[in-house]
């Protein structure tokens, strides 16, 4: 049985873009290829147009690399035209065409027409075809979430890349200053000096130009220091941006969770926003024991989808979405008290007892609710016996 109970106005307010994504038309028509089948395509594609390069084949056989590059971007047309056509309305196309699995279909598509167009030798033309190398990346799911990343740290990448840009010109134009005279040829006008800069601020180094006066070798140093520094605060922004991205999705998706269990509907969003925050989920296997008798406990739970059965004699007791179990060891600081086996595959949020100590600090209404369960419980089960454990 699963519980339809929401919390009005308090599902997942800040995931303007799960709505999005829930009514996202194009995840509605039902595709002409699968993606494995898309990307061996794609293959076949690319390995032709590459081995068509090679001079060690004979005509025929580039002729051959050739056809297969010209019949896969037929199926490629013919899966995007097919795609178009059953997204139907020209909003629903509108939203395709502008995700980027749809650019990317559509630089596949015209890939190879441009190289017709643009260049006169028919081999190089199949070069084009590199454009589906895109086609790979086009369904993964951190694609979106690399995406998202760059969109929130925008702004701190742009201020990095306008230092960058700051520091490569001063250091472009020092060594044009400093090192003209003794090596014209590689320091002699300042988008000369720009290869040195370029280098050595990245940090490659290649050694092929390098400053020989004091004042350039100076130069060189304080560049390659700014580069590292760089390249240092570029990191850190992505990685806080990765993560705190990471956290916003787990807290949406526990909210949601959350949600569903009628034991919290009474809560508001603030209420709610503070559980979450304490709430793991976990998604639990059929025959999963989640918890076994006489073992210390230091964590309850919530169903949130499925069945959990508790084993006690003479009749086990089936927990249905909306029930929490665990809860006794955690209050009285006992063994737990029987065994409980996941019946159907469950989704469960978990609480620990640190945070059960917090809930209780913060909402003491809810941990009443949930210690006089547990002592109604315990009377019940004074006069029963828990049965031995069947799954394992
Ligand atoms: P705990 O003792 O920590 O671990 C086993 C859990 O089974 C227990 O907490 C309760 O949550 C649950 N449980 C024990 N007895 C009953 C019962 N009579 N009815 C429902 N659940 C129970």
Known sequence: MLILVKVQGARNPQCRGCQRFRANPMKSGPRSLSPTLSNGLTTVGLFAMILGTSPTFNDPLQLFFAAIVVAAWIAIAAKFALRLR????????????????????????????CGWLM????????LFALAWALRYIRHTAGLALFWRVMQRSRTALLSIASLFLAIFFVASTL??????????????????????????LTTTGYGDVTPVTVWGRL???WVMVGGVVMFALQAGIIATAFAEELQRRHFLHTWDLV??????????????????????SRDVAEGT??????????????????????????????????????EMALLFGTPRSATVVATKPSVLLVL????????????????????????????????TQALPARAG
């Open 352 to 383: 620990d007892v640190a945070d059960l100590r917090q809930l209780a600090g913060r909402r003491p209404e809810l941990v009443n609710l949930i210690e006089a369960e547990a002592r109604r419980r315990r009377e019940a089960n004074s006069t």
């Open 175 to 200: 060594a044009y200053i400093f090192e003209r005279q003794i090596q014209p040829e590689v320091f002699g006008s300042v988008p000369r000096a720009m290869w040195w800069a370029i280098v050595t």
């Open 289 to 326: 024991v989640i918890v076994r008798k006489g073992e210390p406990g230091d964590t309850m739970y919530f169903v949130v989808s499925g069945e959990a059965t508790v084993q006690l004699s003479p009749a086990p007791v089936v927990l249905t979405p909306g029930s929490f179990f665990g």
């Open 86 to 113: 059953k997204l139907r309305t020209w909003a629903r196309q509108r939203l395709y065409l502008t995700s980027a699995e749809g650019l990317i279909d559509a630089a596949s598509v015209l890939a190879l027409p």
């Open 259 to 280: 949600t569903t269990v009628p034991f919290f509907q009474d809560l508001g969003a603030a209420a709610i926003a503070d559980i979450v925050r304490l709430l793991e």
């Open 219 to 221: 130069l060189g140093g």
């Open 119 to 126: 260049v006169s030798e028919p081999k190089d033309a199949l």
